[in-house]
């Protein structure tokens, strides 16, 4: 049981570039979450999925994009990407109002 | 929306002493409160939660208190031991949908530094 995975760990990219971020959880939770994680802010909700199928914003949604894939996998989409972008990104999956968290990707965008 | 305060910024405490991190909140219909703690390069890990019918909660050397009249929430640990030495979360929710789906809404964080 692995729990939360996201790959990649580490990320470097140029302005305007574009990747995406992977995430599974194997623990059959229904919502899944996306964060981002900056100095002094705390955790930042971009986008959640309460279900397979459905994807709504959270609190900061510009300039990413997220598909769940199927109840294992949600991913997170950054088309063109900006220094602002420079965080380390979380995902969650939940059961009920508990969240579990995955270890990170840490991007870095030039 | 939801808004969380989280203070202090930074703790630090002798090894053996009481460390305490307060909250507060703005939504009245928050309901659910956790804490996670996140050490050095490693994802928030849930610790302790407590829900809007309880006033305390404890788990051997950590507790928590709610005060929903006051609108704040406090994290104790006691007997603290070089291994707490991380950064706390606190957040808090409220149901927003009939899926039983809760966003979390954190605090800033405090990094908690237990000197030997």
């Known amino acids: 049981n692995a729990g939360v995975t996201q790959t990649p760990k580490f990320q470097v990219l140029k302005t305007g570039q574009s990747m995406t971020l992977q995430c599974a959880q194997d623990m059959n939770h229904n919502s899944m979450y996306w964060y981002r994680q900056d100095p002094g802010m705390g955790l930042r909700l971009i986008y959640y999925?309460?279900?397979?199928?459905?994807?709504d914003k959270g609190e900061v949604p510009n300039g990413y994009n997220v598909s769940r894939l199927n109840k294992r996998e949600f991913s997170l989409r950054l088309e063109s990407a900006a220094p602002s972008q420079t965080s380390v990104y979380f995902c969650a999956s939940g059961l009920a109002d508990t969240q579990y968290f995955g270890p990170g990707t840490r991007l870095t965008v030039l | 929306g939801e808004n969380v305060e989280q203070h202090p910024s930074t703790l630090s405490v002798q090894e053996g002493d009481s460390a305490v991190i307060k909250c507060t909140y703005s939504?009245?219909?928050?309901?659910?409160f956790p804490w996670y703690k996140q050490e050095l390069g490693k994802g928030p890990q849930l610790i302790i939660d407590i829900r809007s019918n309880v006033g305390e909660k404890k788990d051997q050397r950590i507790a928590v208190t709610l005060n929903k009249t006051a609108k704040h929430f406090s994290l104790h640990i006691t007997e603290t031991q070089p291994e707490d030495s991380a950064v706390y979360f606190c957040a808090a929710s409220a149901f927003i949908s009939n899926f039983g789906n809760e966003k979390l809404t954190f605090g800033t964080g405090t990094r908690l530094t237990i000197i030997p």
């Open positions: 999925s309460a279900s397979e199928g459905t994807t």
């Open positions: 939504d009245s219909a928050s309901n659910y």
